[in-house]
């Protein structure tokens, strides 16, 4: 008989497993899960300590409560260790757990960064909800704040921070933020309104060592450069859980590698969400894993589907300097056309013919994001 189990119970896996009973009530369905297994939407915990957001405020339904809204076994607490693509089984501690098809939806690590010193250790992430309490409870005590890392998130947390009342430094080695995603203008006035809130930038640097001081911590810089800081947040980027994937012969790149119908190299084997490579893209955002969702749940329901990825702008959640950005499919060449006034920083990549191919909007100019993104062509047709 079919049943499926779908590994990760983030947004991804959640999300599939509501497509999938849309469309299939019946077919049994085990969710396992590293974590605690409760529903919470990840984009809100990087601007939720200002609004004084504890973990549990955020978050919904607890596992047992999802399992019954999705008519699924959730096994929470339960670290997939081994996939046996073969016998079509997964381990569990001491559990063998069949399956007929398996969706790897198991997101992204927080990439470390190579510190010297004796509080390298103390270095903080957030990439789900447990970071976050942990998080917030260390920021009850900290003063200062030192970011590593002036990429999406570290500018939405370095926002947030400085909103919550903290003194803010970041240390991101570009001479701008966001820089692989903005042109240089549009990542200068982000630089401005972020600086505008309180915010002190270190651009052009890397942290090289965290240690302990007489209060908090030193950060030294590769200029020798020491920021006192009391705590340190590092969001230097996320690498796709691939290692579960590899050991069972999976094959994996950047990502897991799937094509438009999701399936990885093993029959039966399907990914999803941060942590697929999708016929070459890797999007680690919500927009392309709800695409995912809908179009591999359609396939898991008996009716092959390819994911078909519209453009998809992302709102950088930075209320300083809000930004929208739509970056431009692999392959497409054009120029930037960059109009700067009160309004904001309005930048469009257009071809030899005018043709709109992506956008980078900051401040007001960030409303017009719907409008343009109609005239954009779709990033997987
Ligand atoms: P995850 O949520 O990481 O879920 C992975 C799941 O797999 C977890 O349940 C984990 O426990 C489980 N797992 C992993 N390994 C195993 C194993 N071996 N056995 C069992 N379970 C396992 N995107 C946007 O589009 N807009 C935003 O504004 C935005 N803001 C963000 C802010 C922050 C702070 C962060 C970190 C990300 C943000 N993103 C945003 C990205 C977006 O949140 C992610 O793309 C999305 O949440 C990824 O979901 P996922 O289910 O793929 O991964």
Redesign the pocket.
């Known amino acids: 008989m079919e049943h499926i189990v779908i590994?990760?119970?983030?947004?991804?896996?959640y999300t599939l497993a509501r497509e999938l009973r849309k469309l299939d009530k019946a077919v049994p369905l085990i969710i396992?899960?590293?974590?605690d297994g409760r529903y919470y939407s990840?984009?809100l915990?990087?601007n939720a300590l200002a609004q004084g957001k504890t973990a549990d405020q955020l978050a919904g339904a607890f596992a047992p409560v999802m399992a019954e809204q999705l008519n699924a076994e959730v096994l929470a607490f339960?670290?997939?260790?081994e996939i046996d693509p073969v016998a079509r089984s997964v381990r569990v501690a001491q559990r063998v757990i069949a399956y007929s098809k398996l969706v790897l939806?198991?997101?992204?690590d927080p990439v470390r960064p190579q510190l010297a010193g004796n509080a390298a250790d103390s270095v903080l992430s957030?990439?789900?909800l447990m970071d976050y309490a942990r998080f917030r409870e260390r920021m009850a005590g900290a003063r200062r704040v030192t970011i590593l890392g002036g990429g999406?998130?570290g500018c939405?947390?370095a926002n947030d921070l400085s909103h919550a009342g903290h003194q803010v430094d970041i240390v991101h080695p570009a001479l701008h933020p966001l820089d692989r995603l903005l042109p240089e203008a549009a990542a200068q006035d982000l630089q401005r309104g972020l600086a505008g809130v309180g915010v002190t930038w270190h651009l052009g640097h890397t942290a090289t060592a965290v240690n302990h001081a007489a209060a908090g911590y030193a950060v030294t810089l590769d200029d020798g450069v020491i920021i006192a800081a009391d705590a340190v947040l590092a969001a230097i980027g996320?690498r796709p859980?691939v290692t579960?994937a590899q050991a069972a012969g999976i094959r994996a790149a950047r990502g897991i590698q799937v094509n438009r119908l999701l399936e990885t190299s093993a029959a039966g084997v399907y990914a999803?969400?941060?942590?697929a490579e999708v016929a070459g893209h890797v999007l680690?955002?919500?927009?392309p894993?709800m695409a995912q969702a809908r179009a591999l749940a359609a396939t898991l329901a008996g009716t092959p589907t390819e994911v078909v990825y519209p453009a998809m702008p992302?709102?950088v959640?930075t209320p300083a300097c809000p930004v929208a950005v739509a970056t431009v499919a692999e392959g497409l060449a054009g120029s930037w056309q960059v109009a700067c006034g009160e309004e904001g920083v309005c930048a469009l990549y257009q071809d030899d013919q005018q043709g709109l191919l992506g956008f980078a909007l900051t401040g007001k100019q960030a409303g017009q994001r719907q409008a343009l993104a109609k005239r954009l062509p779709a990033l997987m047709p």
């Open positions: 590994i990760g119970s983030g947004l991804a896996g396992i899960t590293a974590d990840k984009p915990l990087s339960s670290r997939v260790e939806a198991l997101g992204a957030v990439n789900d999406l998130i939405e947390f996320l859980r579960l999803l969400g941060d942590c680690p955002y919500v927009m894993l992302v709102m959640k």
